[in-house]
Protein backbone atom coordinates (compact mmCIF):
# COMPACT_ATOMS: atom_id res chain seq x y z
CA UNK A 1 0.00 0.00 0.00
CA UNK A 2 1.14 3.34 -1.11
CA UNK A 3 1.56 6.36 0.95
CA UNK A 4 -1.49 8.40 1.50
CA UNK A 5 -1.54 12.36 2.18
CA UNK A 6 -0.81 13.31 5.32
CA UNK A 7 -4.06 13.62 8.19
CA UNK A 8 -5.50 17.31 8.14
CA UNK A 9 -4.70 16.92 11.80
CA UNK A 10 -1.33 15.32 13.77
CA UNK A 11 -2.71 12.64 16.35
CA UNK A 12 -5.92 11.53 14.82
CA UNK A 13 -6.80 8.19 13.91
CA UNK A 14 -6.99 7.67 10.08
CA UNK A 15 -9.65 7.64 8.34
CA UNK A 16 -11.16 5.03 6.51
CA UNK A 17 -9.82 3.80 3.45
CA UNK A 18 -6.44 5.31 4.09
CA UNK A 19 -3.39 3.35 2.79
CA UNK A 20 -0.53 2.58 5.13
CA UNK A 21 2.37 5.14 4.18
CA UNK A 22 5.64 4.26 2.41
CA UNK A 23 6.97 3.77 -1.08
CA UNK A 24 5.10 1.91 -4.11
CA UNK A 25 6.77 2.33 -7.02
CA UNK A 26 6.93 5.82 -7.60
CA UNK A 27 9.84 8.94 -7.17
CA UNK A 28 9.88 12.57 -7.51
CA UNK A 29 12.80 15.29 -7.96
CA UNK A 30 12.56 18.83 -7.83
CA UNK A 31 14.27 20.88 -10.05
CA UNK A 32 14.93 24.33 -8.67
CA UNK A 33 15.73 27.37 -10.39
CA UNK A 34 18.69 29.12 -8.93
CA UNK A 35 19.78 31.60 -11.21
CA UNK A 36 20.37 35.57 -10.59
CA UNK A 37 16.51 36.27 -10.66
CA UNK A 38 15.77 34.40 -8.10
CA UNK A 39 17.30 37.03 -6.10
CA UNK A 40 15.01 39.75 -7.01
CA UNK A 41 11.65 40.71 -4.83
CA UNK A 42 8.78 38.55 -5.19
CA UNK A 43 6.58 41.97 -3.95
CA UNK A 44 6.54 40.75 0.14
CA UNK A 45 9.68 41.99 0.61
CA UNK A 46 11.16 38.97 0.55
CA UNK A 47 13.29 37.31 -2.31
CA UNK A 48 11.82 35.08 -4.71
CA UNK A 49 14.58 31.94 -3.29
CA UNK A 50 13.23 32.82 0.01
CA UNK A 51 9.60 31.83 -0.56
CA UNK A 52 10.80 28.85 -3.17
CA UNK A 53 12.62 27.49 -0.16
CA UNK A 54 9.35 28.01 2.01
CA UNK A 55 7.35 26.30 -0.50
CA UNK A 56 9.76 23.66 -1.08
CA UNK A 57 9.26 22.86 2.94
CA UNK A 58 5.78 22.56 2.57
CA UNK A 59 6.03 20.40 -0.09
CA UNK A 60 8.09 17.75 1.73
CA UNK A 61 5.99 18.26 5.22
CA UNK A 62 2.44 17.11 2.37
CA UNK A 63 4.40 13.96 0.99
CA UNK A 64 4.28 10.67 2.68
CA UNK A 65 6.93 9.33 4.45
CA UNK A 66 9.43 7.39 2.52
CA UNK A 67 8.68 8.65 -1.28
CA UNK A 68 11.62 8.67 -3.04
CA UNK A 69 12.89 12.41 -3.38
CA UNK A 70 15.32 14.37 -4.75
CA UNK A 71 16.34 17.97 -5.21
CA UNK A 72 18.45 19.25 -8.33
CA UNK A 73 19.17 23.17 -8.82
CA UNK A 74 20.60 25.02 -11.50
CA UNK A 75 22.18 28.15 -11.75
CA UNK A 76 23.63 28.37 -8.18
CA UNK A 77 27.71 27.66 -8.52
CA UNK A 78 28.87 30.10 -10.78
CA UNK A 79 27.60 33.59 -12.33
CA UNK A 80 27.19 32.22 -15.42
CA UNK A 81 27.72 28.93 -17.51
CA UNK A 82 25.40 26.64 -19.14
CA UNK A 83 26.63 23.76 -17.61
CA UNK A 84 25.93 24.54 -14.10
CA UNK A 85 23.03 22.42 -12.42
CA UNK A 86 24.09 20.06 -9.90
CA UNK A 87 22.04 17.19 -7.62
CA UNK A 88 22.22 18.83 -4.60
CA UNK A 89 20.20 15.69 -3.02
CA UNK A 90 19.54 12.33 -4.69
CA UNK A 91 16.61 10.47 -5.01
CA UNK A 92 16.10 8.26 -1.95
CA UNK A 93 13.18 7.93 0.61
CA UNK A 94 12.26 11.15 1.94
CA UNK A 95 14.45 12.91 4.22
CA UNK A 96 12.28 15.73 5.17
CA UNK A 97 15.41 17.56 7.63
CA UNK A 98 18.13 17.24 5.34
CA UNK A 99 15.84 18.43 2.09
CA UNK A 100 15.18 21.52 3.92
CA UNK A 101 18.64 21.94 4.85
CA UNK A 102 19.77 21.47 1.23
CA UNK A 103 17.36 23.82 -0.12
CA UNK A 104 18.61 26.75 2.42
CA UNK A 105 21.49 26.65 1.47
CA UNK A 106 21.13 27.34 -2.39
CA UNK A 107 21.92 30.87 -3.14
CA UNK A 108 21.11 31.89 -6.61
CA UNK A 109 23.84 33.18 -8.58
CA UNK A 110 23.79 32.13 -12.51
CA UNK A 111 22.33 31.24 -15.74
CA UNK A 112 19.29 29.28 -16.56
CA UNK A 113 19.64 26.25 -18.46
CA UNK A 114 17.06 24.25 -18.37
CA UNK A 115 17.36 21.87 -21.08
CA UNK A 116 20.47 20.27 -19.99
CA UNK A 117 18.79 20.30 -15.77
CA UNK A 118 16.10 18.23 -17.32
CA UNK A 119 18.16 15.93 -18.80
CA UNK A 120 19.65 15.38 -15.73
CA UNK A 121 16.59 15.06 -14.03
CA UNK A 122 15.79 12.33 -15.53
CA UNK A 123 19.07 9.88 -15.07
CA UNK A 124 18.76 11.29 -11.37
CA UNK A 125 15.63 9.21 -10.90
CA UNK A 126 16.22 5.29 -10.80
CA UNK A 127 15.19 3.31 -13.31
CA UNK A 128 11.61 1.56 -13.22
CA UNK A 129 11.99 -2.47 -12.50
CA UNK A 130 11.29 -4.77 -15.40
CA UNK A 131 7.29 -5.23 -13.73
CA UNK A 132 7.14 -1.56 -12.31
CA UNK A 133 5.14 1.15 -14.21
CA UNK A 134 5.59 3.63 -11.37
CA UNK A 135 5.45 7.38 -11.79
CA UNK A 136 8.61 9.34 -11.85
CA UNK A 137 8.17 12.80 -11.90
CA UNK A 138 10.31 15.70 -12.65
CA UNK A 139 9.23 18.63 -10.66
CA UNK A 140 10.63 22.02 -12.22
CA UNK A 141 10.12 25.39 -10.44
CA UNK A 142 11.80 28.53 -12.54
CA UNK A 143 11.03 32.03 -12.79
CA UNK A 144 12.40 32.94 -16.60
CA UNK A 145 13.07 30.49 -19.72
CA UNK A 146 16.01 29.20 -20.74
CA UNK A 147 18.82 31.34 -21.82
CA UNK A 148 21.69 28.96 -23.00
CA UNK A 149 19.78 28.09 -26.30
CA UNK A 150 20.47 24.29 -26.39
CA UNK A 151 19.40 21.80 -25.11
CA UNK A 152 15.90 23.08 -26.38
CA UNK A 153 13.65 22.56 -23.24
CA UNK A 154 10.77 21.58 -24.91
CA UNK A 155 12.42 19.18 -27.04
CA UNK A 156 13.80 17.38 -24.46
CA UNK A 157 10.87 17.26 -22.41
CA UNK A 158 9.21 15.73 -25.85
CA UNK A 159 11.93 13.20 -26.18
CA UNK A 160 11.48 12.06 -22.05
CA UNK A 161 7.57 12.25 -22.61
CA UNK A 162 8.28 9.33 -25.40
CA UNK A 163 11.05 7.37 -24.13
CA UNK A 164 10.93 7.82 -20.62
CA UNK A 165 8.88 4.79 -18.82
CA UNK A 166 6.21 6.12 -16.47
CA UNK A 167 7.69 9.58 -16.56
CA UNK A 168 5.85 13.27 -15.93
CA UNK A 169 7.36 16.69 -15.90
CA UNK A 170 5.13 19.51 -14.09
CA UNK A 171 6.23 22.58 -14.03
CA UNK A 172 5.34 25.96 -11.87
CA UNK A 173 6.25 29.01 -13.18
CA UNK A 174 6.86 31.99 -10.30
CA UNK A 175 6.18 34.85 -11.53
CA UNK A 176 6.37 34.29 -15.02
CA UNK A 177 4.54 35.85 -18.35
CA UNK A 178 5.12 36.16 -22.26
CA UNK A 179 7.51 33.54 -23.67
CA UNK A 180 8.60 32.14 -20.17
CA UNK A 181 5.41 30.92 -19.33
CA UNK A 182 4.85 29.83 -23.09
CA UNK A 183 8.16 27.85 -22.75
CA UNK A 184 7.05 26.07 -19.27
CA UNK A 185 3.77 25.00 -20.37
CA UNK A 186 5.58 23.54 -23.63
CA UNK A 187 7.65 21.86 -21.00
CA UNK A 188 5.02 20.54 -19.37
CA UNK A 189 2.79 19.08 -22.42
CA UNK A 190 5.62 17.66 -24.04
CA UNK A 191 6.06 16.18 -21.32
CA UNK A 192 3.20 14.32 -19.98
CA UNK A 193 2.36 16.72 -17.39
CA UNK A 194 0.91 19.90 -16.47
CA UNK A 195 1.27 23.56 -15.99
CA UNK A 196 0.75 25.21 -12.97
CA UNK A 197 0.83 29.13 -12.33
CA UNK A 198 2.13 30.60 -9.15
CA UNK A 199 1.56 34.44 -9.36
CA UNK A 200 2.75 34.63 -5.40
CA UNK A 201 4.57 33.00 -2.79
CA UNK A 202 1.38 31.39 -1.08
CA UNK A 203 0.51 30.21 -4.71
CA UNK A 204 3.82 28.93 -5.06
CA UNK A 205 3.71 26.72 -2.30
CA UNK A 206 -0.25 25.54 -3.18
CA UNK A 207 0.89 24.71 -6.69
CA UNK A 208 3.66 22.82 -5.56
CA UNK A 209 2.02 20.31 -2.99
CA UNK A 210 -0.38 19.84 -5.66
CA UNK A 211 2.08 18.46 -7.98
CA UNK A 212 3.60 16.63 -5.33
CA UNK A 213 0.70 14.88 -3.82
CA UNK A 214 -0.53 13.63 -7.46
CA UNK A 215 2.40 12.16 -8.28
CA UNK A 216 2.90 10.21 -4.67
CA UNK A 217 -0.84 9.31 -5.36
CA UNK A 218 -0.52 7.47 -8.74
CA UNK A 219 -2.98 4.98 -9.59
CA UNK A 220 -2.19 1.35 -8.32
CA UNK A 221 -1.61 -1.39 -11.09
CA UNK A 222 -2.21 -5.19 -10.60
CA UNK A 223 -1.88 -8.03 -12.57
CA UNK A 224 0.51 -10.39 -14.23
CA UNK A 225 2.46 -9.04 -17.25
CA UNK A 226 0.90 -9.97 -20.65
CA UNK A 227 2.14 -8.75 -23.78
CA UNK A 228 -0.85 -8.38 -26.61
CA UNK A 229 0.10 -9.18 -30.18
CA UNK A 230 0.11 -6.77 -33.21
CA UNK A 231 -1.98 -9.09 -34.97
CA UNK A 232 -4.92 -11.03 -34.76
CA UNK A 233 -3.44 -13.58 -36.19
CA UNK A 234 -0.16 -14.09 -33.41
CA UNK A 235 -1.65 -13.26 -29.83
CA UNK A 236 -1.15 -14.61 -26.63
CA UNK A 237 -3.73 -16.91 -24.99
CA UNK A 238 -5.82 -15.60 -21.80
CA UNK A 239 -7.11 -16.95 -19.12
CA UNK A 240 -9.34 -15.48 -16.69
CA UNK A 241 -7.66 -13.46 -14.37
CA UNK A 242 -5.79 -9.93 -14.67
CA UNK A 243 -3.34 -8.48 -16.10
CA UNK A 244 -0.85 -5.40 -17.30
CA UNK A 245 0.06 -4.82 -21.01
CA UNK A 246 0.53 -1.33 -22.41
CA UNK A 247 -0.27 0.69 -24.99
CA UNK A 248 1.16 3.33 -28.15
CA UNK A 249 -0.87 6.07 -29.82
CA UNK A 250 -2.70 4.32 -32.75
CA UNK A 251 -2.09 0.83 -31.51
CA UNK A 252 -3.94 -2.01 -31.64
CA UNK A 253 -3.09 -5.23 -29.14
CA UNK A 254 -4.69 -8.29 -29.21
CA UNK A 255 -5.76 -11.90 -26.69
CA UNK A 256 -6.80 -14.92 -27.46
CA UNK A 257 -9.79 -16.02 -25.28
CA UNK A 258 -11.55 -19.84 -25.64
CA UNK A 259 -14.95 -19.90 -25.28
CA UNK A 260 -18.22 -22.35 -24.14
CA UNK A 261 -20.96 -21.81 -25.75
CA UNK A 262 -23.07 -21.01 -22.83
CA UNK A 263 -21.16 -19.27 -20.04
CA UNK A 264 -20.79 -15.03 -20.40
CA UNK A 265 -17.56 -13.53 -20.71
CA UNK A 266 -16.73 -10.41 -19.59
CA UNK A 267 -13.94 -7.98 -20.78
CA UNK A 268 -12.57 -4.43 -19.38
CA UNK A 269 -9.41 -2.77 -20.06
CA UNK A 270 -8.32 0.26 -18.16
CA UNK A 271 -5.93 2.36 -19.73
CA UNK A 272 -4.11 5.11 -17.62
CA UNK A 273 -2.34 8.04 -18.58
CA UNK A 274 -0.69 10.27 -16.85
CA UNK A 275 -3.28 12.37 -15.00
CA UNK A 276 -4.15 15.70 -16.43
CA UNK A 277 -1.56 14.95 -19.62
CA UNK A 278 -2.40 16.79 -22.88
CA UNK A 279 -5.14 14.39 -24.94
CA UNK A 280 -7.72 15.67 -27.32
CA UNK A 281 -11.42 15.01 -26.28
CA UNK A 282 -12.11 12.44 -29.15
CA UNK A 283 -8.91 10.67 -28.34
CA UNK A 284 -10.40 6.98 -27.29
CA UNK A 285 -10.13 3.51 -25.91
CA UNK A 286 -11.89 0.71 -27.55
CA UNK A 287 -12.59 -2.68 -26.86
CA UNK A 288 -14.43 -5.97 -28.99
CA UNK A 289 -15.22 -9.45 -29.27
CA UNK A 290 -13.85 -10.70 -32.65
CA UNK A 291 -15.06 -14.59 -33.54
CA UNK A 292 -11.66 -16.03 -35.05
CA UNK A 293 -8.61 -14.72 -36.17
CA UNK A 294 -10.52 -12.41 -38.61
CA UNK A 295 -14.36 -12.86 -38.60
CA UNK A 296 -17.14 -11.40 -37.11
CA UNK A 297 -16.74 -8.53 -34.13
CA UNK A 298 -19.24 -9.69 -31.46
CA UNK A 299 -19.23 -6.29 -29.87
CA UNK A 300 -17.35 -3.41 -29.58
CA UNK A 301 -16.93 -0.24 -26.81
CA UNK A 302 -15.88 2.56 -27.10
CA UNK A 303 -14.55 5.39 -24.45
CA UNK A 304 -13.34 9.03 -24.93
CA UNK A 305 -12.52 11.76 -22.68
CA UNK A 306 -14.77 14.17 -23.90
CA UNK A 307 -12.99 16.90 -22.57
CA UNK A 308 -10.21 19.34 -22.51
CA UNK A 309 -8.65 19.33 -19.52
CA UNK A 310 -5.92 16.55 -19.44
CA UNK A 311 -6.12 12.49 -19.35
CA UNK A 312 -7.80 10.33 -16.78
CA UNK A 313 -8.00 6.83 -16.82
CA UNK A 314 -10.50 5.29 -19.73
CA UNK A 315 -12.04 2.16 -19.27
CA UNK A 316 -13.77 -0.05 -22.21
CA UNK A 317 -15.62 -3.11 -21.59
CA UNK A 318 -17.59 -5.56 -23.51
CA UNK A 319 -19.74 -9.20 -22.75
CA UNK A 320 -20.20 -12.15 -24.69
CA UNK A 321 -23.38 -12.74 -23.77
CA UNK A 322 -25.17 -15.69 -25.23
CA UNK A 323 -28.36 -15.34 -26.20
CA UNK A 324 -31.92 -16.49 -25.52
CA UNK A 325 -31.94 -19.12 -28.64
CA UNK A 326 -28.17 -19.87 -28.94
CA UNK A 327 -28.57 -19.15 -32.74
CA UNK A 328 -25.98 -16.29 -33.43
CA UNK A 329 -22.38 -17.17 -34.51
CA UNK A 330 -20.86 -15.27 -31.50
CA UNK A 331 -22.85 -18.14 -29.04
CA UNK A 332 -20.55 -20.84 -30.69
CA UNK A 333 -17.91 -22.37 -28.64
CA UNK A 334 -14.13 -21.99 -29.95
CA UNK A 335 -11.24 -19.17 -30.39
CA UNK A 336 -12.35 -15.65 -29.90
CA UNK A 337 -9.99 -12.69 -30.08
CA UNK A 338 -10.13 -9.78 -27.78
CA UNK A 339 -9.31 -6.53 -28.80
CA UNK A 340 -7.92 -3.25 -27.65
CA UNK A 341 -7.07 -0.10 -29.83
CA UNK A 342 -5.82 3.62 -28.55
CA UNK A 343 -7.23 5.99 -31.22
CA UNK A 344 -5.45 9.25 -31.11
CA UNK A 345 -5.16 12.63 -32.71
CA UNK A 346 -2.57 13.63 -35.19
CA UNK A 347 -1.41 15.38 -32.16
CA UNK A 348 -1.32 13.05 -29.39
CA UNK A 349 0.22 12.06 -26.12
CA UNK A 350 2.74 10.32 -27.31
CA UNK A 351 3.76 8.15 -24.73
CA UNK A 352 2.70 4.44 -23.79
CA UNK A 353 -0.13 3.91 -21.58
CA UNK A 354 -0.09 1.05 -19.07
CA UNK A 355 -3.44 -1.09 -19.56
CA UNK A 356 -5.02 -3.03 -16.58
CA UNK A 357 -6.94 -5.79 -18.25
CA UNK A 358 -9.36 -8.12 -16.43
CA UNK A 359 -10.86 -11.38 -17.93
CA UNK A 360 -14.03 -13.27 -16.57
CA UNK A 361 -16.19 -15.93 -17.06
CA UNK A 362 -19.97 -16.16 -15.76
CA UNK A 363 -21.03 -19.71 -15.38
CA UNK A 364 -25.05 -20.54 -16.44
CA UNK A 365 -27.62 -20.75 -13.90
CA UNK A 366 -28.03 -24.44 -12.88
CA UNK A 367 -30.14 -26.62 -14.82
CA UNK A 368 -33.75 -26.32 -13.47
CA UNK A 369 -33.47 -22.79 -12.14
CA UNK A 370 -35.37 -20.08 -13.36
CA UNK A 371 -34.16 -16.39 -12.98
CA UNK A 372 -36.51 -13.77 -11.42
CA UNK A 373 -37.49 -11.18 -14.07
CA UNK A 374 -34.91 -8.31 -14.95
CA UNK A 375 -35.21 -4.85 -13.06
CA UNK A 376 -35.00 -2.22 -15.60
CA UNK A 377 -36.63 0.81 -13.48
CA UNK A 378 -34.75 2.50 -10.78
CA UNK A 379 -37.70 2.53 -8.92
CA UNK A 380 -36.88 3.77 -5.27
CA UNK A 381 -33.39 4.30 -6.69
CA UNK A 382 -34.05 6.79 -8.69
CA UNK A 383 -33.03 10.44 -8.62
CA UNK A 384 -35.24 12.00 -5.96
CA UNK A 385 -34.11 9.06 -3.74
CA UNK A 386 -33.80 9.87 0.42
CA UNK A 387 -29.99 9.42 1.39
CA UNK A 388 -28.61 9.68 4.70
CA UNK A 389 -27.83 12.81 6.38
CA UNK A 390 -25.78 13.68 9.34
CA UNK A 391 -22.16 14.24 10.28
CA UNK A 392 -19.68 12.74 7.53
CA UNK A 393 -17.01 10.44 8.41
CA UNK A 394 -13.67 10.91 7.01
CA UNK A 395 -12.35 8.45 4.06
CA UNK A 396 -9.99 8.16 1.86
CA UNK A 397 -10.20 7.32 -1.54
CA UNK A 398 -8.00 4.78 -3.18
CA UNK A 399 -6.09 5.55 -6.33
CA UNK A 400 -8.19 2.98 -8.31
CA UNK A 401 -9.61 -0.12 -8.57
CA UNK A 402 -7.38 -2.41 -6.87
CA UNK A 403 -7.28 -0.35 -3.48
CA UNK A 404 -10.99 1.45 -3.67
CA UNK A 405 -11.73 2.19 0.26
CA UNK A 406 -14.81 0.47 1.23
CA UNK A 407 -17.88 2.56 2.50
CA UNK A 408 -21.25 1.57 3.52
CA UNK A 409 -24.23 3.38 4.08
CA UNK A 410 -23.36 7.30 5.39
CA UNK A 411 -22.02 10.28 5.02
CA UNK A 412 -18.43 10.07 3.68
CA UNK A 413 -16.00 13.14 3.89
CA UNK A 414 -13.05 13.68 1.64
CA UNK A 415 -10.54 16.05 -0.23
CA UNK A 416 -9.71 15.23 -3.84
CA UNK A 417 -6.64 17.55 -6.12
CA UNK A 418 -7.22 18.77 -9.32
CA UNK A 419 -6.41 15.93 -12.15
CA UNK A 420 -7.18 13.58 -9.49
CA UNK A 421 -9.65 10.66 -8.97
CA UNK A 422 -10.36 9.25 -5.93
CA UNK A 423 -12.08 5.70 -6.04
CA UNK A 424 -14.30 3.83 -3.59
CA UNK A 425 -16.62 0.57 -3.55
CA UNK A 426 -19.77 -0.28 -2.22
CA UNK A 427 -21.04 -4.34 -1.60
CA UNK A 428 -24.49 -4.73 -3.17
CA UNK A 429 -25.86 -7.78 -3.99
CA UNK A 430 -28.80 -9.31 -5.75
CA UNK A 431 -31.81 -7.50 -5.52
CA UNK A 432 -30.18 -4.44 -4.56
CA UNK A 433 -29.19 -1.19 -6.05
CA UNK A 434 -26.15 1.44 -5.46
CA UNK A 435 -27.57 5.06 -5.23
CA UNK A 436 -25.03 8.13 -4.22
CA UNK A 437 -24.99 11.78 -4.39
CA UNK A 438 -21.34 13.41 -4.89
CA UNK A 439 -21.08 17.53 -3.73
CA UNK A 440 -18.00 19.12 -4.34
CA UNK A 441 -17.62 22.03 -1.61
CA UNK A 442 -17.67 25.65 -1.46
CA UNK A 443 -13.99 26.77 -1.39
CA UNK A 444 -12.28 30.14 -1.13
CA UNK A 445 -10.96 30.80 -4.81
CA UNK A 446 -8.30 33.41 -5.96
CA UNK A 447 -8.28 36.49 -7.02
CA UNK A 448 -9.44 36.40 -10.64
CA UNK A 449 -11.23 32.86 -10.76
CA UNK A 450 -14.53 34.36 -11.37
CA UNK A 451 -14.74 33.60 -15.01
CA UNK A 452 -13.04 30.19 -14.83
CA UNK A 453 -14.87 27.16 -14.66
CA UNK A 454 -13.82 23.31 -13.93
CA UNK A 455 -15.66 19.83 -14.21
CA UNK A 456 -16.50 17.30 -11.28
CA UNK A 457 -17.50 13.72 -12.51
CA UNK A 458 -18.27 10.46 -11.03
CA UNK A 459 -18.66 7.12 -13.20
CA UNK A 460 -20.52 3.91 -11.38
CA UNK A 461 -18.95 0.74 -12.28
CA UNK A 462 -19.99 -3.17 -11.93
CA UNK A 463 -18.16 -5.66 -10.31
CA UNK A 464 -17.08 -7.01 -13.54
CA UNK A 465 -15.80 -3.65 -14.06
CA UNK A 466 -18.44 -2.35 -16.68
CA UNK A 467 -19.53 1.79 -16.62
CA UNK A 468 -22.56 2.32 -15.49
CA UNK A 469 -25.06 4.40 -17.58
CA UNK A 470 -26.74 6.98 -16.56
CA UNK A 471 -30.21 6.11 -18.58
CA UNK A 472 -31.23 9.60 -18.71
CA UNK A 473 -31.58 9.93 -14.53
CA UNK A 474 -28.98 11.12 -12.96
CA UNK A 475 -26.58 13.56 -13.50
CA UNK A 476 -22.84 12.38 -13.08
CA UNK A 477 -20.72 15.59 -14.49
CA UNK A 478 -20.84 19.30 -13.42
CA UNK A 479 -19.20 22.43 -13.96
CA UNK A 480 -17.33 23.59 -11.03
CA UNK A 481 -16.20 27.08 -10.08
CA UNK A 482 -15.49 26.65 -6.23
CA UNK A 483 -18.73 26.80 -5.41
CA UNK A 484 -21.57 23.55 -4.73
CA UNK A 485 -22.30 21.33 -7.08
CA UNK A 486 -23.84 17.93 -6.72
CA UNK A 487 -24.01 14.71 -8.72
CA UNK A 488 -25.89 12.08 -8.66
CA UNK A 489 -25.50 8.39 -10.08
CA UNK A 490 -27.18 4.71 -8.97
CA UNK A 491 -27.56 1.74 -10.48
CA UNK A 492 -31.07 -0.41 -11.23
CA UNK A 493 -31.31 -3.36 -8.79
CA UNK A 494 -29.03 -6.23 -9.02
CA UNK A 495 -30.45 -8.82 -11.75
CA UNK A 496 -29.54 -11.91 -13.74
CA UNK A 497 -31.66 -11.38 -16.43
CA UNK A 498 -30.64 -7.70 -16.82
CA UNK A 499 -27.98 -9.14 -19.12
CA UNK A 500 -30.51 -9.04 -21.90
CA UNK A 501 -31.60 -5.66 -21.41
CA UNK A 502 -30.31 -3.60 -24.55
CA UNK A 503 -30.33 -0.67 -22.37
CA UNK A 504 -26.59 0.95 -20.52
CA UNK A 505 -27.74 1.52 -17.09
CA UNK A 506 -29.27 -1.68 -17.38
CA UNK A 507 -27.30 -4.68 -19.38
CA UNK A 508 -24.33 -4.26 -16.71
CA UNK A 509 -25.77 -4.57 -13.72
CA UNK A 510 -26.44 -8.51 -13.50
CA UNK A 511 -24.25 -9.87 -11.00
CA UNK A 512 -23.71 -8.74 -7.16
CA UNK A 513 -20.22 -7.91 -5.59
CA UNK A 514 -18.26 -4.84 -5.11
CA UNK A 515 -19.76 -1.80 -7.22
CA UNK A 516 -16.65 0.90 -7.52
CA UNK A 517 -17.43 4.74 -7.46
CA UNK A 518 -14.91 6.96 -9.24
CA UNK A 519 -14.62 10.57 -8.77
CA UNK A 520 -12.82 13.33 -10.74
CA UNK A 521 -12.07 16.70 -10.34
CA UNK A 522 -10.50 18.48 -13.43
CA UNK A 523 -7.19 20.05 -13.85
CA UNK A 524 -8.45 23.44 -14.78
CA UNK A 525 -9.33 23.72 -10.71
CA UNK A 526 -6.13 24.05 -10.00
CA UNK A 527 -6.73 28.13 -11.29
CA UNK A 528 -9.62 27.95 -8.85
CA UNK A 529 -9.35 26.83 -5.78
CA UNK A 530 -7.23 28.71 -3.19
CA UNK A 531 -6.60 25.46 -0.72
CA UNK A 532 -4.38 22.59 -2.39
CA UNK A 533 -7.23 20.31 -2.23
CA UNK A 534 -11.03 20.43 -2.10
CA UNK A 535 -13.90 18.93 -0.35
CA UNK A 536 -16.21 16.10 -1.14
CA UNK A 537 -18.88 14.83 0.16
CA UNK A 538 -20.49 11.14 -1.00
CA UNK A 539 -24.02 10.09 0.32
CA UNK A 540 -23.93 6.95 -0.51
CA UNK A 541 -27.05 4.33 -0.03
CA UNK A 542 -27.49 0.37 -0.79
CA UNK A 543 -31.22 -0.20 -1.27
CA UNK A 544 -33.33 -3.20 -0.79
CA UNK A 545 -32.88 -6.56 1.26
CA UNK A 546 -30.19 -8.93 -0.59
CA UNK A 547 -32.00 -12.02 -2.08
CA UNK A 548 -30.42 -15.32 -0.93
CA UNK A 549 -29.79 -15.72 -4.94
CA UNK A 550 -30.51 -14.77 -8.69
CA UNK A 551 -34.19 -17.32 -9.09
CA UNK A 552 -37.37 -16.14 -8.63
CA UNK A 553 -38.94 -16.13 -5.21
CA UNK A 554 -35.34 -16.11 -3.39
CA UNK A 555 -35.93 -15.10 0.26
CA UNK A 556 -33.68 -12.54 1.46
CA UNK A 557 -30.72 -13.22 2.54
CA UNK A 558 -30.77 -13.71 6.61
CA UNK A 559 -29.38 -10.21 8.21
CA UNK A 560 -29.55 -8.53 4.95
CA UNK A 561 -31.52 -5.51 4.33
CA UNK A 562 -29.92 -1.78 3.45
CA UNK A 563 -25.72 -1.98 4.59
CA UNK A 564 -24.62 0.33 7.72
CA UNK A 565 -21.59 1.51 7.66
CA UNK A 566 -18.47 -0.30 7.28
CA UNK A 567 -14.75 0.07 7.79
CA UNK A 568 -13.88 -2.32 5.16
CA UNK A 569 -10.18 -2.89 4.25
CA UNK A 570 -8.54 -0.12 1.79
CA UNK A 571 -6.74 -3.05 -0.25
CA UNK A 572 -9.66 -4.70 -2.90
CA UNK A 573 -9.04 -8.30 -2.94
CA UNK A 574 -10.79 -8.56 -6.57
CA UNK A 575 -14.20 -8.67 -8.53
CA UNK A 576 -15.83 -11.41 -5.72
CA UNK A 577 -19.31 -11.30 -5.96
CA UNK A 578 -21.96 -13.47 -7.19
CA UNK A 579 -21.33 -15.47 -10.61
CA UNK A 580 -18.61 -13.24 -11.27
CA UNK A 581 -14.93 -14.99 -11.31
CA UNK A 582 -11.70 -13.82 -12.60
CA UNK A 583 -9.89 -11.28 -10.62
CA UNK A 584 -9.31 -13.40 -7.59
CA UNK A 585 -7.00 -15.67 -9.28
CA UNK A 586 -4.65 -12.98 -10.06
CA UNK A 587 -4.95 -10.98 -6.80
CA UNK A 588 -3.12 -13.93 -4.69
CA UNK A 589 0.84 -14.61 -5.23
CA UNK A 590 2.48 -13.35 -8.54
CA UNK A 591 0.35 -10.58 -8.48
CA UNK A 592 2.13 -6.99 -9.56
CA UNK A 593 1.16 -3.88 -7.40
CA UNK A 594 2.83 -0.78 -8.56
CA UNK A 595 2.06 3.06 -8.93
CA UNK A 596 1.14 5.05 -11.97
CA UNK A 597 -0.08 8.45 -11.89
CA UNK A 598 -3.78 8.48 -12.67
CA UNK A 599 -10.28 8.72 -14.15
CA UNK A 600 -12.56 10.91 -15.84
CA UNK A 601 -15.35 12.31 -17.77
CA UNK A 602 -16.44 9.06 -19.57
CA UNK A 603 -19.18 8.79 -22.08
CA UNK A 604 -20.24 5.42 -23.73
CA UNK A 605 -20.86 4.55 -27.10
CA UNK A 606 -22.17 0.50 -27.73
CA UNK A 607 -22.52 -0.70 -30.66
CA UNK A 608 -26.59 -1.19 -30.87
CA UNK A 609 -27.71 -4.82 -29.43
CA UNK A 610 -30.08 -6.97 -30.70
CA UNK A 611 -33.66 -6.57 -28.97
CA UNK A 612 -33.82 -9.26 -25.84
CA UNK A 613 -36.66 -10.22 -23.73
CA UNK A 614 -36.63 -9.42 -20.13
CA UNK A 615 -37.03 -12.92 -18.72
CA UNK A 616 -39.82 -14.35 -16.71
CA UNK A 617 -41.24 -15.33 -13.48
Excluded at 29 to 50: A, C, H, K, Y
Excluded at 539 to 553: N, T, W
Aim: charged share 20%; glycine share 14%.
Amino acid sequence: MAGALPAEARGQAAPVGAPQNGPVGGSLVMVLDSSGSMGDDDGTGRTRMESARTAVGAVVDALPDGHPTGLRVYGADRTAGCTDTRLVRPVSALDRAALKGAVAGVRPRGDTPIGLSLRKAAEDLPAPSDRSAGTRTILLISDGEDNCVTPSPCEVAGQLGRDGVGLRIDTVGFQVRGAAREQLECIAEAGNGRYYDAPDADALARQLQRSAQLSSRGYRLRGDSIEGGDTAAETPPMSPGQYLDSIGPGEKRYYAVSLDAVSTADFAATAVPQPGAAVDGLDALSTGLVRGAGGTTCVSDTARFLQQEGATPLTSAVSRIRSEDGRRVCDEAGRYVMVVERRSTKEPDRSRWPVELVYGVEKPLAAGVTPAQSQPEYGKGGEQAALPTGDPHDVRGGTGFNDAAELGRGVWRDRILPSQTLWYKVPAGWGQQVRYDVEFANEPTVDGAAATYSYGATQLFTPARFPVGSGGEFRSTALYAGRPAVLRMGSVPVAWTNRYESAAAVRPVHAGGDFYLAVTLGAKAAEIAENPRIGVVLRVAVLGDELAGPQHGAPPRAGSGDRGNTTGAADSGGGGGAGWTGIATAAGAGAVVVSIAGLLLLRRRRRPGRRTTRGSA
